[in-house]
């Protein structure tokens, strides 16, 4: 965990996002520094999951817009109009923003190493010997050096959980995304994916966690954002959000989970 708010990486300016005439995200403000570890906490329904699906264009933002490293996402400049990118220059975006699901989305018929291969082969153009390196050096990383040639089928939930974390680091990306990566999990396989969580964030990553585990946000994050309604409610640090928060819905939402 940092203790100095440094200069931004991401910024999200004004982002709503609407399903028809349902409003999921409502006029969303939210900086994060570079290598600041951010916790979203909030009610199922707030607009969590799709904050995240909006930041690497998933989820096009209805209005507003958010910028990586001053470099706004799905669309370019030109002529005072903005021009929505092209999926392969949407794609090459999206190698700067690491995406771990809560549903794994591993693909079925590669293995652990090939799924960690599959993206820089593909995205970045590298052979596979070079992908086949890094895929082992990740897969140790997260304590999976036994477990490189087994299939999704053959791990458990917290295994391939930690697969998927380590394909999101095979792009290196300036960001990582991460939506509710334990609720998915049995209890006794949640601690060894936090655990890998924590070891990223002590890495200086630039990480944006949506979770449910109050007490991993407290001891992870930088910054703690309430959401609810589609709306940020509160932030700032764990200590205020979490121990002192000032609004009565933060209140109210941390008496029912904490």
């Given at each position: 965990?940092?203790?100095?708010?440094?200069?931004?990486?991401?910024?999200?300016?004004?982002?709503?996002?609407?399903?028809?005439?349902?409003?999921?995200?409502?006029?969303?403000?939210l900086t994060v520094g570079r290598g600041e570890v951010v916790a979203i906490i909030g009610p199922s329904g707030?607009?969590?999951?799709?904050?995240?699906?909006?930041?690497?264009?998933?989820?096009?933002?209805?209005?507003?817009?958010?910028?990586?490293?001053?470099?706004?996402?799905?669309?370019?400049?030109?002529?005072?109009?903005?021009?929505?990118?092209?999926?392969?220059?949407?794609?090459?975006?999206?190698?700067?923003?690491?995406?771990?699901?809560?549903?794994?989305?591993?693909?079925?018929?590669?293995?652990?190493?090939?799924?960690?291969?599959?993206?820089?082969?593909?995205?970045?153009?590298?052979?596979?010997?070079?992908?086949?390196?890094?895929?082992?050096?990740?897969?140790?990383?997260?304590?999976?050096?036994?477990?490189?040639?087994?299939?999704?089928?053959?791990?458990?939930?917290?295994?391939?959980?930690?697969?998927?974390?380590?394909?999101?680091?095979?792009?290196?990306?300036?960001?990582?995304?991460?939506?509710?990566?334990?609720?998915?999990?049995?209890?006794?396989?949640?601690?060894?994916?936090?655990?890998?969580?924590?070891?990223?964030?002590?890495?200086?990553?630039?990480?944006?966690?949506?979770?449910?585990?109050?007490?991993?946000?407290?001891?992870?994050?930088?910054?703690?954002?309430?959401?609810?309604?589609?709306?940020?409610?509160?932030?700032?640090?764990?200590?205020?959000?979490?121990?002192?928060?000032?609004?009565?819905?933060?209140?109210?939402?941390?008496?029912?989970?904490?």
């Open positions: 965990m940092n203790t100095v708010k440094a200069s931004p990486l991401l910024e999200i300016r004004a982002v709503s996002k609407s399903f028809g005439a349902d409003v999921v995200l409502d006029d969303i403000d707030s607009g969590k999951s799709t904050l995240l699906r909006a930041i690497n264009h998933l989820h096009p933002p209805t209005s507003g817009f958010v910028l990586l490293d001053d470099e706004l996402i799905g669309f370019r400049r030109g002529n005072r109009v903005l021009h929505r990118l092209s999926p392969s220059e949407l794609l090459r975006q999206r190698t700067r923003i690491g995406f771990v699901f809560q549903d794994f989305n591993l693909f079925p018929h590669l293995s652990a190493a090939e799924n960690v291969m599959e993206a820089p082969i593909s995205a970045l153009h590298r052979s596979r010997d070079e992908a086949a390196a890094q895929a082992k050096e990740l897969l140790g990383r997260v304590g999976l050096t036994d477990r490189a040639d087994a299939y999704p089928r053959q791990l458990s939930g917290g295994q391939q959980q930690r697969v998927a974390i380590a394909r999101a680091l095979a792009l290196d990306p300036e960001l990582i995304l991460f939506d509710e990566p334990t609720s998915a999990l049995d209890p006794e396989l949640v601690d060894e994916v936090l655990q890998v969580i924590i070891e990223l964030a002590r890495t200086g990553r630039t990480l944006l966690i949506v979770t449910h585990e109050i007490s991993f946000a407290r001891r992870v994050a930088d910054t703690v954002v309430f959401m609810d309604g589609g709306r940020i409610i509160e932030s700032g640090t764990p200590a205020a959000v979490l121990d002192n928060p000032d609004n009565r819905r933060t209140r109210d939402f941390l008496s029912r989970v904490v």
